[in-house]
């Protein structure tokens, strides 16, 4: 299986702050992986896929980038609403398709 | 606009077998590259993929747990269909149906979620 891990686990920030998430592969996937949001009790919502291509609706202070096993999720200013739990997943290969641990951004 | 909504029970008793529906709206089996598939998340921890199927009923599965999964498809129905032999208390989690479509890989559209509790 390919791993996914993530840092911070935990990330404190302030809004209007930039902050990045980092998601490291353990082995090279190209650029097949995606960035989603959770929030409490809901289910997540896809950000990014194909490692920099924002989902139609997201904002723009939302990007993505990297490749081969390195890869970052970046907010340029952080909103309240923001405040949530990211997930990157690779989908280089089916067996299995793979997510990280979370970061969880937090006020 | 694509829906899918999770069914089916919220409790089971370790040993047993969990079956779960997916009913969507706004696709079609019908479809060349429709793809829905499984995700389950236990309580505060992270997201695991577990099954996946295709229009033309190409099927893929995690390994970790392919020997207790079987996923399949009505495609009149619009239904999609999970099920997990031998329930253990570590399978407690939330099972989210998910669309995939073809050569895609990101899930983009994700039901409300079935909580699913093991225990006896």
């Known amino acids: 299986d390919i791993q996914m891990t993530q840092s911070p686990s935990t990330l404190s920030a302030s809004v209007g702050d930039r902050v990045t998430i980092t998601c490291r592969a353990s082995?090279?996937?190209?650029?097949?992986l995606a960035w989603y949001q959770q929030k409490p009790g809901k289910a997540p919502n896809l950000l990014i896929y194909k490692t920099s291509t924002l989902e139609s609706g997201v904002p723009s202070r939302f990007s993505g980038g990297g490749s081969g096993t390195e890869f970052t999720l970046t907010i340029s200013s952080l909103q309240p609403d923001d405040f949530a739990t990211y997930y990157c997943q690779q989908y280089n290969t089916f067996s299995p398709w793979t997510f990280g641990q979370g970061t969880k951004v937090e006020i | 606009q694509i829906t899918l909504k999770e069914s089916g029970p919220t409790l089971v008793k370790p040993t047993q077998t969990l079956t779960l529906t997916c009913t969507f709206s706004?696709?079609?089996?019908?479809?060349?590259?429709?793809?829905v598939g499984w995700i389950r998340q236990p309580p505060g921890k992270a997201l695991e993929w577990l099954a996946i199927i295709y229009w033309n009923d190409d099927k893929h599965y995690s390994p970790s747990l392919k020997s207790r999964l079987t996923i399949t498809k009505d495609t009149s129905k619009n239904q999609v269909v999970l099920t997990m032999i031998n329930m253990d208390p570590v399978d407690t989690a939330t099972y989210y149906c998910?669309?995939?479509?073809?050569?895609?890989?990101?899930?983009?559209?994700w039901g409300q979620g079935t909580m699913v509790t093991v225990s006896s």
């Open positions: 706004g696709l079609s089996f019908s479809t060349s590259g429709v793809g």
């Open positions: 082995q090279i996937i190209n650029t097949y």
């Open positions: 998910v669309n995939n479509p073809w050569l895609s890989g990101a899930f983009d559209i």
